[in-house]
């Protein structure tokens, strides 16, 4: 059985991930709003990916009899100067998500909640993966440019995305 506390901090998660959510969706519009078809579409999977994590605690919770806490979702910033600044807010994001998820590992631990622990271990491999994915994007952007011609070739690649 999962403790209160725990439910808390896993609530908490889900509040953060639901905030993710809304950070990339308006990413997403914003890209839009910049003619950068592609980078919205990165955008909007990643705005679907974060909806999935925030479901997956939300349901683990379910399933150990914890209840839901949902929070007011702050708004996100709407706008940025350039394809490259939304990248990089979107690797400090996602930076912050990794010390928030290692938060709860340590906790686990702490509290020897193991079914907890091995929850928590595939969001642990899943930020080493979305940090990648923005670094490699803003490498990138930064050897080839974000604007013109590179950052036409950038936005084409984004647009593949599912």
């Known amino acids: 059985m999962i403790s209160k506390k725990m439910a808390d901090a896993l609530n908490g998660q889900i509040h953060w991930e639901m905030y993710s959510a809304y950070v990339y969706l308006a990413m997403s519009a914003n890209s839009d709003t ?3 078809k592609g980078c919205a579409n990165w955008f909007m999977a990643q ?6 994590h925030a ?19 702050d708004q996100p910033q709407k706008s940025y100067p350039s394809a490259l600044a939304m990248f990089e807010t979107a690797l400090e994001h996602e ?21 907890t622990q091995i929850i928590l271990q595939w969001f642990v491999t899943e930020q080493v993966e979305e940090e990648a994915n923005v670094s490699e994007i803003i490498g990138k952007m930064k050897m080839v440019g974000d604007k013109g011609n590179g950052l036409f070739m950038i936005d084409r690649e984004l647009a593949n995305r599912e």
């Open 95 to 115: 930076k912050d998500v990794t010390r928030r998820i290692h938060k709860l590992v340590d906790q686990a631990i702490t509290e020897k909640d193991h079914a």
């Open 47 to 52: 705005y679907r990916e974060e909806m999935e």
């Open 55 to 73: 479901m997956k605690i939300y349901d683990y919770l379910l399933e150990q009899g914890a209840e839901i806490e949902l929070m007011a979702i």
């Open 34 to 36: 910049l003619g950068l």
